[in-house]
């Protein structure tokens, strides 16, 4: 078993608080920004910032889906969501860059041993690299 992850970054012209404001509003902003492979989702508990579950079904690829209930914590200027049912875990960092921000997101889970484990580790981050990107790219346009 290894460790397998995905990392994505955008420029956006939005001041670091009112980019963490709306990455940490899980009841309006993050429906609208998710992408086409966020289905079914919901929030559970909270809606806002710190203490918010939330649960959706990610469609990486055809055949691969994973739910997520997604547990939030957030710390000076990063979000983490954590997983309760798996060891996924996302972090959203966003930090000052000229008059805008920087906002980078990871996705870290422990992947499978084995040849599929291989798979896993070299085809996964791609996919998700792509499912990232196009988060961004709305969060980016939510923001503009």
């Known amino acids: 078993m290894g460790q397998v992850s995905a990392s994505s970054s955008v420029e956006v012209t939005a001041a670091p608080e009112k980019v963490l404001a709306a990455l940490s509003d899980y009841e309006t902003v993050r429906p609208r920004i998710l992408s086409e492979q966020y289905l079914d989702y919901k929030v559970v508990e909270g809606g806002q910032g710190a203490g918010t579950v939330a649960q959706w079904t990610l469609k990486a690829t055809e055949k691969r889906s994973r739910n997520i209930k997604a547990t939030v914590t957030v710390g000076g200027n990063t979000i983490t969501e ?20 920087t906002v980078s ?3 870290a889970w422990n992947g499978a041993g084995g040849i599929g484990g291989f798979f ?3 085809f996964a981050p791609l996919g998700l690299k792509k499912i990232q990107a196009a988060v961004l790219a709305n969060l980016a346009r939510e923001l503009a």
Do not use: I, K, Q
Not at 82 to 101: I, K
């Open 82 to 101: 954590t997983d309760a049912n798996s060891s996924l875990v996302t972090t959203w960092t966003v930090t000052p860059n000229g008059a805008g921000s």
């Open 105 to 107: 997101t990871t996705t």
């Open 120 to 122: 896993e580790r070299t």
